[in-house]
């Protein structure tokens, strides 16, 4: 069973920046592909980055491409998502999920496990 814990949410004013973790247990980390989604009020979940087990690729929504990087520490079993240049539109729960193949995908159901959640709120 993997276990996985995000941290790093607040609230932030447009235009700041915000670090979440997502640390994992229970598990095999470094051959699992990581990934982060976020739900907002109302809407559904919706991708957000992905990245695959050694790191070597990663995927970004449109929405947060050149503006949000996903990273990854084996060594410390957790996954990073830096989120810079913020906006109102930005706030959600961010979840953290592991997909077990090991293949970074941006498909919401091919990921096994998931993390609580942490809430990013921008202000404008």
């Known amino acids: 069973q993997v276990q996985l814990v995000e941290s790093g949410g607040g609230l932030v004013q447009a235009g700041g920046s915000l670090r979440l973790s997502c640390a994992a247990s229970?598990?095999?980390?470094?051959?699992?592909?990581m990934g982060w989604f976020r739900q907002a009020p109302g809407k559904e979940r919706e991708f957000v980055a992905a990245?695959?087990?050694?790191?070597?690729?990663?995927y970004y929504a449109d929405s947060v491409k050149g503006r949000f990087t996903i990273s990854r520490d084996n060594a410390k079993n957790t996954v990073y998502l830096q989120m810079n240049n913020l906006k109102p539109e930005d706030t959600a729960v961010y979840y953290c999920?592991?997909?077990?193949?090991?293949?970074?995908?941006?498909?919401?159901?091919?990921?096994?496990?998931w993390g609580q959640g942490t809430q990013v709120t921008v202000s404008s």
């Open positions: 990245i695959s087990w050694s790191g070597g690729s990663t």
């Open positions: 229970g598990g095999t980390f470094s051959s699992y592909a």
């Open positions: 999920a592991a997909d077990l193949w090991g293949i970074a995908t941006t498909h919401l159901y091919e990921y096994e496990y």
